[in-house]
């Protein structure tokens, strides 16, 4: 089919721009009489990246019989360049400079966004199938314009989890979708990035073929959801979008006191760690510069390097100077440094100058000030689709990699994370989930039966590897058997399981023999599951509740990669199917919690929820039902537990 914008489309094409109230009206009359439709929204101005505070200015919808339209609402300047204009700028320096700025001619007249909102909203808020590429971005936005702020109903389609659970090593974007299944490259100069800043027409064509494309997206991804047996994790998908929509939009609280002294803290610290950067290598060097450190730690020592051994290379094919590459050289006092100030500056550029904005990196700030007195608010977007095994990933801002709360710095960023005046958090943490759905799996063994007797998975490995009853095992000892079992599932090895219990590496080879002796079931099991899904085409497992993690190079020549591919596999199914589990629990909420209380967050093995303090009490005890109760717990052979706490702050859980 031929894109509707290209010669004898176009005045087609014309008649799909709303521009009328007539026309608007028109276009809400052929919706009412369609089951489904797709929507998509361009947003302009300094919040165009979060959806509860962005300036709509354009919607795009589309639905069966070929109708799509765009709808403008507000769009600055037309199609033709009639002038220009100097306008004194600051540049990177703070210095004056003039630049030249087109004059464009003014745009169509567009319709009024509160009165295409009022049109179409018994469209949005009726029972009506309401689909987009990313669900969370559309309906929030629109939301701002509905009636009391309401969030368009289910039943939903997002046809960017669609297409990820149909393919999760695929790109995800609408733009490479397209171009892949269509064949069709629509936006090469990155339109949406800056709608405002083109013209008119352009911005029609882009905004019409995201809804358009978006429409023929759940066409064909509806029926083969159906043909390749995922309904019911597309179900399962759909149930968790509905409790992440109203928790994007409220948004989490932060303690704005908190923050600004962790800016001072971080600052300062990041500061000391570049210093001692400089101390160390005997001389200073741009710790910025990816070809200054790959000199002074890999080039020979009669060259002024530290003639450290290459151990990971770039896709350019030079020796990488990232975190996971200098692990491995930890004791070297250039490389603890450089680690020890990447720790700091990512998190500074993170969790600080990632929610209260850079000027200098021209970085908006993320946080709003909604005038609760020391309290600030980030709007934190769950991503359903960011992995390729099931679990969440996040961004603006991205949470998952906060560190553990037993860290140094650990504690200070979850304390940012408070609940709001006259409210509770409320948390609940699975209890090692892994290694619990793991005893699922094996069905027979020391750890299955540890678990079953209502032991830690940590501290029944120690018991087994160590010879010694539960009560009597070590805080070492149970660190230990904590590295192992990181082993077990990551396919870690000696260096990381020496570096997790605090021993040798020796030490580690030793205990990691002795585990595959007293725990032979795991290790048969392993080989059966990457021999099974090697078998199957293309390679794959399916986790818990049927979601797919294909594999394709564990079929490779390469030992490298092959071996990597089985790491991954058996990982996936295992850190799949906890995924599972919490997205299951997080479908249940709706009837486990009290009215008043509402999903905030999830982080990994982590569900954090709000509500009133009155019924704090009561929110636990449908969150711990939500998650380990009926129809969660019967799904496994071993008991699963969660830890519930109510908190001031998130910090105050662990």
């Known amino acids: 089919m031929a894109p509707p914008y290209q010669k004898g489309h176009a005045m087609r094409f014309t008649r799909r721009v709303v521009t009328t109230p007539d026309h608007l009206a028109h276009v809400a009359a052929v919706l009412s009489?369609?089951?489904?439709?797709?929507?998509?929204?361009?947003?302009?101005?300094?919040?165009?990246?979060?959806?509860?505070?962005?300036?709509?200015?354009?919607?795009?919808?589309?639905?069966?019989g070929g109708n799509a339209w765009t709808i403008p609402m507000g769009h600055p300047i037309g199609d033709t360049v009639v002038g220009e204009r100097i306008v004194p700028t600051p540049d990177k320096n703070g210095k004056m400079i003039n630049r030249r700025h087109p004059v464009w001619e003014q745009p169509p007249?567009?319709?009024?966004?509160?009165?295409?909102?009022?049109?179409?909203?018994?469209?949005?808020?009726?029972?009506?199938?309401?689909?987009?590429?990313?669900?969370?971005?559309?309906?929030?936005?629109?939301?701002?314009h509905l009636p009391g702020g309401q969030i368009p109903p289910p039943p939903y389609f997002d046809t960017i989890v669609a297409g990820w659970l149909l393919n999760e090593n695929v790109q995800k974007g609408l733009k490479p979708t397209v171009k892949r299944l269509y064949g069709h490259a629509y936006d090469t100069e990155d339109v949406g990035k800056c709608v405002e800043k083109h013209p008119f027409s352009k911005v029609t064509t882009y905004s019409y073929l995201d809804s358009h494309y978006t429409w023929l997206l759940y066409r064909r991804y509806r029926r083969m959801i159906a043909e390749r047996d995922l309904t019911g994790v597309m179900d399962l998908e759909m149930g968790v979008l509905e409790q992440l929509l109203p928790a994007f939009k409220a948004g989490t609280m932060l303690d704005a006191d908190a923050l600004s002294k962790l800016k001072v803290e971080l600052t300062d610290e990041t500061a000391r760690r570049l210093a001692a950067c400089h101390t160390v290598a005997g001389r200073e060097f741009n710790v910025a510069s990816t070809q200054q450190k790959q000199r002074l730690l890999f080039a020979p020592k009669s060259e002024g390097g530290r003639g450290l051994k290459v151990l990971q290379l770039t896709d350019t094919g030079q020796p990488s100077t990232s975190a996971e590459a200098l692990e491995p050289h930890r004791g070297d006092a250039v490389v603890d440094a450089l680690l020890d100030y990447a720790e700091t500056s990512k998190l500074l550029s993170t969790y600080v100058d990632g929610y209260l904005g850079d000027p200098e990196k021209d970085r908006e700030p993320i946080v709003f000030d909604d005038q609760v007195?020391?309290?600030?608010?980030?709007?934190?977007?769950?991503?359903?689709?960011?992995?390729?095994?099931?679990?969440?990933?996040?961004?603006?801002?991205?949470l998952q990699n906060i560190p553990r709360p037993d860290t140094v710095w650990g504690k200070p960023i979850r304390s940012l994370f408070v609940a709001p005046p006259v409210h509770k958090l409320v948390v609940a943490d699975y209890g090692q989930v892994e290694l619990v759905i793991l005893a699922h799996y094996l069905g027979e063994g020391a750890l299955y039966e540890g678990i079953l007797r209502g032991i830690d998975p940590h501290t029944a490995t120690a018991a087994t590897v160590f010879g010694v009853t539960p009560l009597q095992v070590t805080k070492a000892q149970r660190q230990c058997a904590k590295g192992l079992n990181f082993a077990v599932v990551y396919g870690a090895g000696p260096g990381k399981v020496a570096q997790m219990a605090g021993i040798t590496v020796a030490e580690a080879k030793k205990f990691m023999r002795k585990h595959e002796q007293l725990f032979p079931e795991i290790y048969r099991f392993k080989k059966r599951v990457i021999a099974e899904a090697r078998r199957r085409k293309p390679p794959h497992v399916r986790t818990l509740?049927?979601?797919?993690?294909?594999?394709?190079?564990?079929?490779?020549?390469?030992?490298?990669?092959?071996?990597?591919?089985e790491r991954q596999i058996f990982n996936s199914l295992i850190q799949g199917s906890g995924a599972d589990l919490m997205k299951l629990a997080i479908t249940r909420l709706p009837d486990a919690l009290p009215a008043g209380a509402r999903m905030a967050l999830t982080i990994h093995d982590e569900l954090v929820c709000v509500a009133p303090e009155e019924i704090a009490e009561q929110c636990a005890k449908g969150l711990e039902q939500a998650m380990v109760g009926p129809g969660i717990a019967d799904l496994l052979k071993v008991p699963l537990t969660t830890d519930v706490k109510i908190v001031d702050c998130w910090a105050e859980a662990k």
Not at 38 to 46: P, V
Not at 109 to 123: E, S, W, Y
Not at 545 to 565: F, M, N, Q, S, T
Request: hydrophobic share 40%; net charge positive; with cysteine.
């Open 33 to 64: 009489t369609r089951n489904a439709f797709a929507f998509d929204i361009e947003a302009a101005g300094a919040h165009r990246g979060v959806p509860a505070r962005c300036n709509v200015t354009w919607l795009s919808i589309a639905t069966g």
């Open 109 to 144: 007249a567009q319709l009024d966004r509160r009165q295409v909102f009022d049109t179409l909203a018994p469209i949005f808020m009726s029972d009506r199938i309401k689909v987009a590429h990313s669900m969370p971005t559309d309906a929030v936005a629109v939301s701002q």
């Open 373 to 398: 007195p020391g309290r600030l608010t980030v709007h934190t977007n769950l991503c359903q689709y960011g992995t390729v095994t099931g679990r969440f990933s996040s961004f603006q801002p991205n």
């Open 545 to 565: 509740l049927g979601r797919y993690r294909r594999v394709p190079e564990l079929c490779a020549r390469e030992d490298g990669i092959r071996k990597k591919a």
